[in-house]
Each structure stands twice: as structure tokens, then as C-alpha cells.
């Protein structure tokens, strides 16, 4: 019995459907044009050819300088149609909808390392929710790796040195594949995983099954251990800027540039503090490279984005972040 050759993957995500629908179109116009091309081509061989009794060079034509333009605009338009709706897609794939749930990946050699905001960790299997979007923000403890689900059609660069980011809404629940695509070394063939995406009530249940404590809540501890507080505190005489409200917010620079607290903001001031030096500040932290893992970074960017954003700022070491589990205790920022 011969096995079941898939000769396309399953559409399922929203994305997977228009890229589909694009390359079909690619498909057509580059076959129709190739097959109109080697038909002239066979025909003008046959029809001009050189007859018995030719002699001489073969008399002038006529060019028609209204099939050449023609011939050079219409392929522009069809071209520029290609262009218009492969970067409406593009921008669609790779710019997440605003209420889309964050999941961190951490790729190394050879394996992928996932963290959800609820405090699941998983290694080489993902789970998500189908009819939900979800944001993946990725980045590489070692060598470039490539984050590729085919099934969703999603493809994204996980670098050394820096996040990345690329979004699905899945359709169907399911297992399906998932690849690094960029050549990372001998075990390169090795980095494989899976993406499963479960009915809303079934992820919900998974998702609170043995979770070690949200996200924020572990940054909240690796933030006091390494004892961040000392400096960065609600106070607005600390000599650290306000952690409070800070991520999305345009943060102004000492050099007079103005940048936006994001993630890649927040990992560059732990490991690079100087940087960006924040404007009224000075430049007295020391880094952290080399002390904190990609993991622990993501923790304390998670802790970070969980602090308030409106109301009366509280103190970091006295503010639990809001989980599903019960509250942790206050720590005491001078143990």
C-alpha cells in the first residue's frame, strides 16, 4: 500500500489562506507568460524559417513601436498587482493585532524553548489556542535559527543579540510541524517540534495545569535576587529611572533622542545599560551580560509590563503582579 504523499500543507491559519492565494496567482501569470513565451518562440522558429532558395539577407520588417510599449507596460502593471499584494500580506504576517497573546521562544542548539505569559514552559511543543491570535517574540541564545510552522504559513529569523517577532491566528485544532529552516549546525536537521492548537476550553485547561507562576511573577523574584530594586523603585529620587508605567512609553534620551520602551529597549538597558542613558540620569549600572539567562531577561520584561499604568505608582518591591495563582507575599527589598 503506498503511503499518503502531501503534496501541499494544511491551511491553518488565516495567513496560510491569502499566502495561498497568492501564490496561485504567482503561479499562473509565471506559467501562462512561460507557456506563451515557448509557444512564440516555436512558432516564429517554423514560420520564419530559412526556405529552400533563400538567398541574400532576409528583407526588412517593420517594428511596431506600440507592441513594444505594450509589451514593456502590461507586464509593469501585473508585476506592480504582485508587488502591492505580497506587501499587504507581508506587513498583514509580520504587525500583530493589539490584543494578540505574547509567547517567548528561545532558540538554541538544538531546541526550542517556549514561555507563556501564564507561566507554562515547554521545550520543542507548543500549545495555543485556535480562533485566537498569538504574537511569537523570538530571539537565539547562540546562532541564527529560523522559526517556520508551514501549516500557518509564518517564517521568522530567531537572532542572537536581539528579538524578533511573527503572528498566526490559528483555524484548526491540530498537530503540525514545526522546523528551523536556517542552518544552525550539525544537528540542524534535529530542531523539530510541534505546534498544537487546541479548542479555547482545552487550551484553558492546559494552560493553568501545573503552571510554576505567571511570568511576571518569576521576574518579580529575579528582579528583587538580583536586588534591581536598591535602584529602580517607585521613589522619584532614586537614582534609577521609574520601572512604573514605563513599557510603550517614549523615553527621552540624555543625547536628545527619544526612544520607545520596548522589549528590545529593556533587554539592551540590562545588558548594555550605557547605551542609552536616560535623560537626568547618570550612567551607574553595571551590566548584567553574562549573570542573567534569555530566560530571566524575558521574566523581568514580563514583570516590567505588568507594573501599573494608571492610577497612583506603587512601589516595585511591594507590587504583586496579576496572575490567575494565588498572590506571592510581599518581599522585603533589603533581604
Known amino acids: 500500500m503506498f503511503a499518503e504523499v502531501a503534496w501541499w500543507p494544511p491551511e491553518a491559519s488565516t495567513t496560510a489562506h491569502d499566502v ?19 509557444f512564440l518562440l516555436i512558432f516564429f522558429s517554423v514560420h520564419y524559417r530559412r526556405r529552400p532558395g533563400d538567398v541574400g539577407p532576409p528583407p526588412d520588417t517593420y517594428q511596431s513601436h506600440a507592441l513594444e510599449w505594450f509589451w514593456t507596460i502590461t507586464p509593469l502593471f501585473v508585476f506592480m498587482v ?32 517556549f514561555q507563556h505569559p501564564e507561566g507554562q514552559r515547554e521545550i520543542n511543543t507548543l500549545h495555543v489556542p485556535a480562533g485566537r491570535p498569538v504574537k511569537m517574540i523570538i530571539t537565539s541564545e547562540d546562532v ?49 517540534g510541534t505546534v498544537t492548537v487546541m479548542e479555547p476550553a482545552a487550551y484553558q485547561d492546559w494552560l493553568h495545569l501545573n503552571a510554576d507562576g505567571s511570568l511576571a511573577q ?37 543625547d536628545g533622542r527619544t526612544v ?3 522589549e528590545a529597549y529593556i533587554r539592551e538597558s540590562i545588558l548594555e545599560p550605557g547605551a542609552k542613558i536616560v535623560a537626568g540620569y547618570q550612567n551607574i549600572m553595571p551590566t548584567f551580560r553574562g549573570q542573567v539567562s534569555e530566560e530571566e531577561i524575558i521574566e523581568l520584561i514580563a514583570f516590567i509590563k ?5 492610577g497612583t505608582p506603587r512601589r516595585v518591591e511591594n507590587y504583586p503582579p496579576p496572575t490567575t495563582t494565588p498572590p506571592i507575599k510581599p518581599l522585603d527589598p533589603r533581604r
Open 260 to 262: 520607545v520602551a520596548d
Open 144 to 192: 541564527i535559527h529560523s522559526f517556520f510552522v508551514p501549516a500557518f504559513r509564518v517564517h521568522m529569523d530567531a537572532l542572537p543579540g536581539r528579538y524578533t517577532s511573527v503572528w498566526f491566528h490559528a483555524t484548526k485544532p491540530g498537530d503540525y510541524h514545526l522546523f528551523c529552516s536556517q542552518f544552525c549546525g550539525t544537528n540542524h536537521a534535529g530542531m523539530v
Open 82 to 113: 504582485m508587488f502591492v499584494w505580497g506587501g499587504t500580506i507581508y506587513f498583514g504576517a509580520y504587525r500583530a493585532p493589539d490584543d494578540a497573546t505574547p509567547v517567548y521562544v528561545v532558540a538554541r542548539q538544538w531546541m526550542w524553548k
Open 20 to 38: 495561498d492565494k497568492l501564490l496561485y496567482f504567482h503561479l499562473s501569470v509565471c506559467g501562462a507568460m512561460g507557456l506563451l513565451v515557448a
Open 306 to 310: 505588568s507594573l501599573p499604568r494608571s
Open 218 to 254: 518569576r521576574g518579580r523574584q529575579t528582579f528583587l535576587r538580583y536586588r534591581c530594586v536598591s535602584c529602580h523603585s517607585a521613589d522619584e529620587h532614586a537614582r534609577a529611572p521609574v520601572l512604573e508605567e514605563l513599557f510603550g512609553r517614549q523615553v527621552p534620551l540624555a
